[in-house]
């Protein structure tokens, strides 16, 4: 198990880049997958972005692909959401998460959430 603590959303232009970070505590976070997912008002949540324990492999939901790049450093405890070209439909309570990896995709492949930061793009 692991603490987590989002940081960096805010109001950015559409067009814009936003940079969230995933601090967590304990000396076990390397041993973690880690993902991001998102909640909109009156939406499911859904995931964003998932990386391995290494670092070396990476997944990407289908509407940021290319657009997002998530990263890890293992040596600082932190995780990280790179957003770029932002769309007004990236509104969102943004949640990184830490799990086992055998389900690196669902929300129930993993067991220690933050508490979000909110993100906000206008138009």
């Known amino acids: 198990q692991v603490q987590l603590v989002e940081s960096g959303g805010g109001l950015v232009q559409a067009g814009g880049s936003l940079r969230l970070s995933c601090a967590a505590s304990?000396?076990?976070?390397?041993?973690?997958?880690m993902g991001w997912f998102r909640q909109a008002p009156g939406k499911d949540r859904t995931f964003v972005a998932a990386?391995?324990?290494?670092?070396?492999?990476?997944y990407y939901a289908e509407s940021v692909q290319g657009r997002f790049t998530i990263s890890r450093d293992n040596a600082k405890n932190t995780l990280y959401l790179q957003m770029n070209s932002l769309k007004p439909e990236d509104t969102a309570v943004y949640y990184c998460?830490?799990?086992?990896?055998?389900?690196?995709?669902?929300?129930?492949?993993?067991?220690?959430w933050g508490l979000g930061t909110q993100v906000t793009v206008s138009s």
């Open positions: 998460a830490a799990g086992p990896g055998e389900i690196i995709r669902m929300q129930n492949g993993y067991r220690s």
């Open positions: 304990g000396r076990t976070f390397s041993s973690y997958a």
């Open positions: 990386i391995v324990r290494s670092g070396s492999t990476t």
